[in-house]
Antibody, heavy 127, light 107 residues
């Protein structure tokens, strides 16, 4: 059974960096058949995919344009986890942040979906 | 970005009713649609992937259909535990995007 356990602060000051970690059990961050994503949810933005990382002979990274200049997702193979860093936060970044595993299904396993999620972390940006 | 538009935004139905939620994509996306159920305070849970494939462990009263731009999630016989918010999501191209949600309430 795959489990994703999130950790990180729930309060971040404006202009600072939001940092969250997602510890993986039951799978490997280096898996050749999974990707690892961060998603956030707020009343104003709904569910918003932030980006993903995955290993296919080398590490790949893919970010949403809306946060691309501020976001980094990093795998940590020694601890079997991955992290989210979002720089220069504003109150608009206040949201519940989720990590999630991405799997492929359907024909050719090319239909990707989020099959396991972390428990969510409410991050408030406020001074 | 591909916009996913769900309707209705909310509905109220009785136990045993057949419930249909629709999702329209802003461009053709083949069968690259997934459906999720989210209970209050919880993470979303996948119900259907690739438009019509039932995720393992999900009750068979849930089904999905559609292709191109128009997709449907159907609950064949609504149960009390189905009171939740449902989301569609496209995985045709990044950035992967979600619909705004449909809140289902039990009368």
């Amino acid at each position: 059974q795959v489990q994703l356990q999130q950790s990180g602060p729930g309060l971040v000051k404006p202009s600072q960096t939001l940092s969250l970690t997602c510890a993986i059990s039951g799978d490997s961050v280096s898996s050749n058949s999974a990707a690892w994503s961060w998603i956030r949810q707020s009343p104003s933005r709904g569910l918003e995919w932030l980006g993903r990382t995955y290993f296919r002979s080398k590490w790949h990274y893919d970010y949403a344009v809306s946060v691309k200049s501020r976001v980094t997702i990093n795998p940590d193979t020694s601890k079997n986890q991955f992290s989210l860093q979002l720089n220069s936060v504003t109150p608009d970044d206040t949201a519940v942040y989720y990590c999630a595993r991405v799997r492929g299904g359907g024909f050719g396993n090319l239909f990707y979906y989020f099959d396991y999620w972390g428990q969510g972390t409410l991050v408030t940006v406020s001074s | 970005d591909i916009q996913m538009t769900q309707s209705p935004s909310s509905l109220s139905a009785s136990v045993g009713d057949r419930v249909t939620i629709t999702c329209r994509a802003s461009q053709a996306i083949s069968s690259y649609v997934n459906w999720y159920q989210q209970d209050p305070g919880k993470a979303p849970k996948v119900l259907i992937y690739a438009a019509s494939n039932l995720q393992s462990g999900v009750p068979s009263r849930f089904s999905g259909s559609g292709y191109g731009t128009d997709f449907t999630l159907t609950i064949s016989s609504l149960q009390p535990e189905d009171s939740a918010t449902f989301y569609c999501q496209q995985s045709y191209t990044t950035p992967w995007t979600f619909g705004q949600g449909t809140k289902v309430e039990i009368k």
